[in-house]
C-alpha cells in the first residue's frame, strides 16, 4: 500500500504533527486572537500544499503575504523553532506567486458577471429585503427569458428601468413588480458602486482554471488575492467574491471522490464576513456547497478569530483544526474558550481549555485527521517556520513578479460587449424614430387637410372625418396617453 503524500506542520520536541493530503479536501480552520500566529500558519499550510503540487487560492486582508514569493532569511529565532521541532530538512525558498487585486492595481484585475453571481448572492450584497429580492429575481428571469445578458451593473440598471416602466404587462406572467421595489434596488445599486463593485462585475471574467496551475516544476501555484482596501469600503462585495468562487467551482469541477491530494485548496480569511447578517436561504447555501464540494476535490479552510464565528453546522464539517490564544477576560469570553475546548479530541496528555489561554505566539493547538478520517488527539505544538519570507514584498518585487506572470495582458483589457443595456437602448432609439415618424406623418396629413380646405373653399365634415379628428384629441387626453405607452411597451419587448 502507498504511503500517503504528508507534510510537516509542527512539533513540541517529542512529537511532530504531519498533515495528509488525502484528507485535505475535509477541509478545517484557523483561529486565534489577533497576533497569535495565524498568519504564519496559514503561509505553512498554502506552502505545504503548493510544494506536492495543489494549486492554492488565499486572501491577503493585511497584505503581508505577498512575501511567499521570496525566500525567507535566516534569524536566531527561526534556527531555534527548526531545532526544537527536529526538523532536518528545512531550508528558504520562494514559492510560484500569482497576484490578483479587484481593482487592478496590486495584481491582475479578477471579475465576474452579475448572471454569474446570481439573484441570491447578488440580494444579499445589497442588502435588499423579501419583496426587492423578488423584483430582482424576475430580472434574472426576463433577461433569461428574452436572451439579454447581465454582465455589468449598467446592464442591471438599464433592465430595472425598462421592467418599472413596463411593470404592468409584465405583472401577468413574472408577479408584482412595484416601482417602490425598483427604485429601491437602483438605490442600492448606486451605494454598492460607490464602494467600488463596478470593478467586480465585468469582463473578461476570470476563469476559474487560471487558478488551478502549476508551474514548470510541478508546484502548485499560490494566488494571492489583495483585499486590503476592499475588506475595509466593502466586506460584504469580499465576502460575496468568496462565496460566489467556493460555488463555481462546485459547480464546475468533476467529482473526483477522494483524490490522493485535493485539486485544489481555498483559504478564506476573516471567515465571519461570509456568515455575518446573512440570510438564512444562503447560510444554508454555503452550507450545502462546503459539504459537497469535498467530492470534486476542493479543501475549504477558514481564518477567523474564533471558531464560533462560524455557523455549527459547517464547524462540524472542518476536519482539520488548529488554534492559537484566545482571549479570556470576560465570562463570555471564558464561556467560548470552554466551548472551543470541547470541539477537539481529549488528549490526556494536554489541559485543552487551560492551554487555550496560554498559548504563545506561533504555538497552536492542533487535531488533524488520521487515515481512518478521525481527528486525532489534540496536541500542543510549535508551528513549523515557512520557507518564505515573513512580510511583504516591496512596490518593486511585486512588479517584477507582475512582469512575469504567465496571465499578463489576459484580464487587463476590460471588454464591453452587447448586452441588456445595449439591447435595450437601441430597442428604445428604435422606438423613438417610429414615433418621430409617426408624428412627422400625422403632420403631413394636418398641412394636405389645409390645404385643401384653402383651394376649395370650407367642406363639411363627414362623420369619418369627425370621429378621426375625435382619436386625434384624444391622443393628447389621460386615456391617449396611456394608448401610447401601450404602443411602446410592445416594441420595446414588454409584451411577450
Not at 465585468?202 to 508551474?215: I, N
Not at 447560510?283 to 450545502?288: A, F, T, W
Not at 513578479?401 to 489576459?410: W, Y
Amino acid at each position: 500500500m502507498n504511503e500517503p503524500i504528508r507534510f510537516l506542520l509542527g512539533g513540541n520536541g517529542a512529537t511532530q504533527v504531519h498533515f495528509r493530503a488525502d484528507k485535505a479536501n475535509r477541509h478545517g480552520m484557523i483561529a486565534g486572537a489577533t497576533g497569535t500566529g495565524k498568519t504564519v500558519t496559514l503561509q505553512v499550510l498554502a506552502e505545504g500544499f503548493s510544494s506536492i503540487g495543489v494549486p492554492v487560492f488565499m486572501a491577503d486582508v493585511k497584505g503581508d503575504l505577498s512575501g511567499m514569493a521570496k525566500p525567507g532569511k535566516p534569524h536566531p529565532k527561526i534556527d531555534e523553532r527548526v531545532k526544537t521541532i527536529g526538523m532536518e530538512d528545512f531550508g528558504f525558498h520562494g514559492n510560484p506567486v500569482v497576484f490578483w487585486d479587484l481593482f487592478g492595481k496590486l495584481g491582475h484585475p479578477v471579475r465576474t458577471t452579475i448572471s454569474d453571481m446570481g439573484p441570491l448572492l447578488l440580494s444579499n450584497l445589497l442588502q435588499l429585503n423579501d419583496t426587492q429580492t423578488g423584483v430582482l429575481y424576475a430580472a434574472f428571469a426576463i433577461a433569461d427569458d428574452t436572451g439579454m445578458l447581465l454582465l455589468d451593473l449598467k446592464d442591471l440598471r438599464a433592465m430595472l428601468n425598462w421592467m418599472g416602466e413596463h411593470r404592468k404587462e409584465l405583472s401577468n406572467e413574472y408577479g408584482n413588480i412595484s416601482s417602490a421595489s425598483v427604485g429601491a434596488i437602483q438605490r442600492r445599486l448606486l451605494i454598492l458602486e460607490e464602494q467600488g463593485a463596478e470593478h467586480l462585475f465585468g469582463e473578461p471574467a476570470l476563469r476559474l482554471e487560471d487558478l488551478m496551475v502549476t508551474d514548470f516544476s510541478g508546484n502548485g501555484m499560490v494566488s494571492i488575492m489583495d483585499v486590503t482596501r476592499l475588506i475595509h469600503e466593502s466586506p460584504r462585495v469580499y465576502a460575496s467574491f468568496l462565496i460566489w468562487l467556493m460555488a463555481e467551482l462546485f459547480e464546475q469541477l468533476p467529482e473526483v471522490g477522494n483524490p490522493e491530494k485535493p485539486v485544489m485548496v481555498l483559504f478564506f480569511d476573516e471567515a465571519h464576513l461570509l456568515f455575518h447578517k446573512a440570510p438564512p436561504a444562503l447560510v444554508e447555501k454555503i452550507e450545502q456547497v462546503v459539504r459537497l464540494i469535498r467530492s470534486k476535490g476542493v479543501g475549504v479552510y477558514f481564518i477567523t478569530q474564533s471558531p464560533l464565528d462560524i455557523p455549527a453546522p459547517i464547524l462540524g464539517q472542518l476536519g482539520t483544526k488548529v488554534q492559537h490564544a484566545l482571549r479570556a477576560f470576560t465570562p463570555k469570553d471564558r464561556k467560548a474558550v470552554k466551548v472551543v475546548a470541547e470541539t477537539f479530541r481529549e488528549n490526556p496528555q494536554v489541559d485543552t481549555e487551560t492551554a487555550i489561554t496560554q498559548l504563545g505566539t506561533g504555538e497552536a493547538l492542533v487535531s488533524v485527521l488520521d487515515g481512518r478520517g478521525a481527528p486525532t488527539p489534540v496536541e500542543r505544538i510549535l508551528i513549523r517556520p515557512p520557507g518564505s519570507r515573513i512580510g511583504p514584498l516591496t512596490k518593486a518585487e511585486r512588479q517584477e513578479i507582475l512582469s512575469r506572470s504567465p496571465f499578463k495582458g489576459r484580464y487587463e483589457q476590460e471588454i464591453d460587449r452587447e448586452s441588456a443595456y445595449e439591447m435595450l437602448k437601441a430597442k428604445a432609439e428604435e422606438a423613438a424614430r417610429m414615433e418621430a415618424a409617426e408624428k412627422a406623418s400625422v403632420e403631413q396629413e394636418k398641412a394636405r387637410k389645409r390645404r385643401s380646405r384653402g383651394s376649395g373653399g370650407r367642406q363639411r365634415q363627414t362623420v369619418w372625418e369627425a370621429m378621426a379628428k375625435s382619436v386625434a384629441r384624444s391622443m393628447g387626453s389621460s386615456l391617449g396617453r396611456q394608448i401610447v405607452r401601450g404602443i411602446l411597451g410592445s416594441l420595446l419587448g414588454g409584451r411577450r
